[in-house]
């Protein structure tokens, strides 16, 4: 039977988000051949929250599956899906905003989208592959970016827009210059990342927190395995008769987040939904909160001496 899961209002013009959402990038990206497939099989699971980017080669697929499941009548509606993509950097130039979101809406046979997020706080030259060299870095002009993304609502082709990978100090400035705010901030979150400050943080402001690579992302280039080998999340599962992969979306819901996993395979699809029937206690929420902090997804591509941040800590404005 397929899986009810939990919503959440987002924004004043925004549908409610489902709050766990289905990733859809894969390592290395676009390499999944029947991606349209495993989407259709995870709206028959009860995924109704589904999360791309330009940068993923993943929104073709998922438009022919949400067209195909519209067909076939897995869902009534297309307001039955949540669906947000996110802005390349060398799409972030005023000018290319609404070009780049026409691209999207296009590849995904959508006329909007429920949610669109300037994917990083990078600005690369137009013409750059997605490995930037040196000389595609360029300053990245939030304000000028951002007034594209409120054009974006005005012109009707989103209901909400937002952020990933923001810091508290840009999300601040942001804050300062925006029309529309940003409703949410997609960022790494996992019991090894906690984002304790941000979430504070976005609380206090109004915003929504997304939680991608709630399990450390294994497998991929910005992910590792220390998520899922963790010593103390092992004798949590064990104890409850869960995995380690439901105890880290278990608590990442519990945070009150919406949380982005992906999962190709159908048993771990599934397995990934039973989440919302039971809870950690707080000896447990206790001991997850005592572990040690590290950051897995640095964007080191986007550091370099000539470019616009000298390094990791410029990047994050000391928030790592
Ligand atoms: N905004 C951003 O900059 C950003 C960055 C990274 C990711 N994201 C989004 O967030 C999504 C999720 O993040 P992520 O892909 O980095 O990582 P993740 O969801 O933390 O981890 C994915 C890995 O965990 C495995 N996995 C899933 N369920 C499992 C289970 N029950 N037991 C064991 N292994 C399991 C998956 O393998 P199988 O597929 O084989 O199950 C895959 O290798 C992405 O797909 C993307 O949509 C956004």
Redesign the pocket.
């Given at each position: 039977m397929a899986c009810d899961v939990p919503q959440l209002p987002l924004g004043s013009n925004g549908r409610p988000i489902p709050l766990l959402?289905?990733?859809?990038?894969?390592?290395p990206l676009g390499s999944t051949e029947n991606l349209k497939e495993i989407v259709l099989r995870a709206i028959k699971l009860g995924y109704r929250h589904f999360?791309?980017?330009a940068a993923?080669r993943?929104e073709m697929p998922l438009g022919e599956a949400i067209a195909e499941a519209l067909e076939l009548g897995l869902v009534k509606s297309r307001d039955d899906l949540f669906v947000?993509s996110?802005l390349w950097c060398n799409d972030a130039h005023r000018e290319r905003v609404i070009p780049a979101l026409r691209n999207s809406l296009r590849n995904l046979q959508l006329e909007c989208l429920d949610l669109y997020?300037v994917?990083?706080p990078m600005s690369l030259r137009p013409e750059a592959e997605l490995q930037p060299k040196e000389e595609d870095l360029l300053p990245f002009e939030m304000e000028s970016v951002w007034k594209g993304m409120e054009e974006c609502v005005k012109l009707g082709l989103v209901k909400c827009i937002g952020v990933?990978?923001f810091s508290c100090k840009k999300l601040d400035r942001l804050l300062a210059a925006a029309k529309i705010a940003p409703v949410v901030n997609?960022?790494?979150m996992?019991p090894l990342w906690q984002q304790k400050k941000m979430r504070e943080f976005c609380v206090e402001k109004g915003i929504h927190v997304?939680?991608?690579?709630?399990?450390?992302?294994?497998?991929?280039v910005?992910?590792s395995n220390r998520?899922?080998d963790c010593e103390v999340l092992h004798p949590i599962a064990t104890s409850r008769g869960k995995?380690?992969?439901?105890v880290?979306?278990r608590w990442a819901y519990e945070q009150g987040v919406s949380v982005?996993?992906?999962?190709?395979?159908e048993?771990?699809?599934q397995?990934?939904l039973h989440i919302f029937d039971w809870s950690l206690s707080p000896e447990e929420l206790q001991k997850i909160s005592r572990i040690p902090q590290i950051r897995a997804?640095v964007p080191l591509g986007f550091i370099s001496e000539k470019g616009p941040y000298k390094s990791l800590d410029e990047f994050w404005d000391g928030e790592i």
């Open positions: 959402g289905f990733g859809t990038a894969e390592y999360d791309t980017a993923y993943s947000t996110k997020l994917h990083w990933s990978n997609q960022v790494e996992n997304s939680a991608y690579s709630p399990l450390g992302g294994r497998g991929t910005w992910g998520v899922m995995t380690i992969a439901q880290c979306l982005i996993m992906k999962s190709f395979n048993e771990r699809m397995q990934n997804c």
